[in-house]
């Protein structure tokens, strides 16, 4: 009757339609520090947040990166072990956008040294294992002391519901996936709340799956799970880029952007009365250059479906994948490469990624000289 009655509301609110119209985002806008932003200029940052209207970054932190070896103490950030060279220089890229941006920590991955299964369950170096409760604590302890004040949420084990993302999503038939991911949140929460009461705590965003996976679990059929374990967080993530990299019509158990109501009525049929807030954590689909040989229009859906999301409402922040587009993730970006001038489109080629966000969420008005 839960299922039948979460589909009768999708349907209801499928044509209800959104309360903002399109070109006034409700959410704000934001990108992940990825390579293309680490290496661009401080100028050509600044210039691209200002005429995309972006002011929240994403911080990607990996902790096998962070500590590919047992810290002597893991509880303290300086402790011999700990690298946090990626961490600085994704939050350096960061103020590159501007003093005002506000940054995403998004937590995830287990060394091996810290894997709960001590590594029976093979996969050597596979950061998806659950880790040790204790090292898992311990290192989020230390990762809030260091950037205590430079972030403003953070969110906790990004696509859970994917078995390439959370491990293991079932044990004997038996699916434990979001109970996993209620201890994982749980144990950071305690840690982030000794720092501050008040930095939303943003489940791990939810990912697309595809309908013919036997090892995933498709983002309703886990936002049902985390329900029924009475998960605490603030703030329901989604990182809902269709497997096959352009939108489709969404199965029963899945989620579409392309349906902002629908993403909303599945999470007040589990959470009725709450009025949680849904972040748009990751989303990228294939948006140029048009040398790759994708069309236009191809281009262009991916950024249409995203910033029409984001004029729900109920959408609270939403960051795009990539600022710009890169060798190793060369269909990304919304820029071709950054512009100097904020009121100017790229300097370089044509971009229709590009056109589809500034016909959207127009370029600011330049002062008057």
């Given at each position: 009757m839960e299922v039948r009655r979460l589909h009768l509301l999708l349907?209801?609110?499928?044509?209800?339609?959104l309360a903002t119209?399109?070109?006034?985002?409700?959410?704000?806008?934001?990108?992940?520090?990825?390579?293309?932003?680490?290496?661009?200029?401080?100028?050509?940052?600044?210039?691209?947040?200002?005429?995309?209207?972006?002011?929240?970054?994403?911080?990607?932190?990996?902790w096998p990166s962070v500590a590919p070896t047992q810290p002597t103490t893991t509880r303290i950030p300086t402790s011999t072990g700990y690298v946090w060279t990626s961490v600085d220089a994704q939050l350096a890229a960061a103020a590159s956008l501007g003093a005002s941006t506000q940054v995403l920590l998004s937590v995830s991955g287990t060394p091996e040294w810290a894997r709960a299964d001590g590594g029976a369950g093979g996969s050597v170096g596979d950061p998806a294992w659950m880790p040790r409760r204790a090292a898992w604590q311990n290192f989020v302890a230390a990762l809030v002391t260091r950037y205590n004040g430079t972030f403003a949420a953070i969110e906790?084990?990004?696509q859970p519901n994917l078995q390439s993302s959370l491990r293991p999503q079932r044990l004997a038939g038996r699916f434990v996936g979001?109970?996993?991911?209620?201890?994982?949140?749980?144990?950071?929460?305690?840690?982030?709340?000794?720092?501050?009461?008040?930095?939303?705590i943003v489940s791990g965003g939810l990912a697309r799956t595809?309908?013919?996976?036997?090892?995933?679990?498709?983002?309703?059929?886990?936002?049902?799970?985390?329900?029924?374990t009475r998960i605490l967080f603030d703030v329901v993530g989604m990182r809902l880029v269709p497997p096959t990299g352009s939108e489709g019509t969404s199965d029963p158990t899945n989620l579409s952007i392309t349906d902002s109501a629908g993403i909303v009525a599945a999470i007040d049929a589990y959470w009725p009365g709450a009025q949680k807030s849904v972040?748009?954590?990751g989303y990228g689909v294939p948006s140029g250059p048009a040398a790759s040989g994708l069309s236009s229009a191809t281009q262009s859906v991916g950024i249409s479906s995203f910033l029409t999301a984001t004029a729900n409402p109920r959408v609270g922040v939403a960051v795009w994948n990539s600022l710009a587009n890169t060798t190793t993730a060369p269909y990304g970006g919304i820029l071709l490469a950054p512009t100097?001038?904020?009121?100017v489109a790229p300097l370089t080629g044509t971009d229709p990624a590009w056109?589809?966000?500034?016909?959207?969420?127009?370029?600011?008005?330049p002062p008057p000289v």
């Open positions: 349907a209801l609110v499928a044509g209800v339609g119209p399109l070109g006034a985002s409700a959410a704000a806008l934001g990108v992940s520090a990825d390579a293309s932003l680490t290496s661009g200029s401080p100028v050509g940052n600044a210039s691209a947040a200002t005429a995309l209207h972006l002011t929240w970054v994403r911080v990607d932190v990996s906790i084990w990004p979001a109970g996993l991911f209620k201890v994982l949140t749980k144990l950071a929460t305690l840690e982030v709340r000794k720092v501050s009461a008040t930095v939303p595809d309908p013919a996976s036997t090892t995933d679990t498709p983002p309703v059929t886990f936002l049902r799970s985390m329900s029924r972040w748009l954590t100097v001038d904020p009121f056109d589809t966000w500034t016909t959207i969420l127009p370029v600011p008005v």
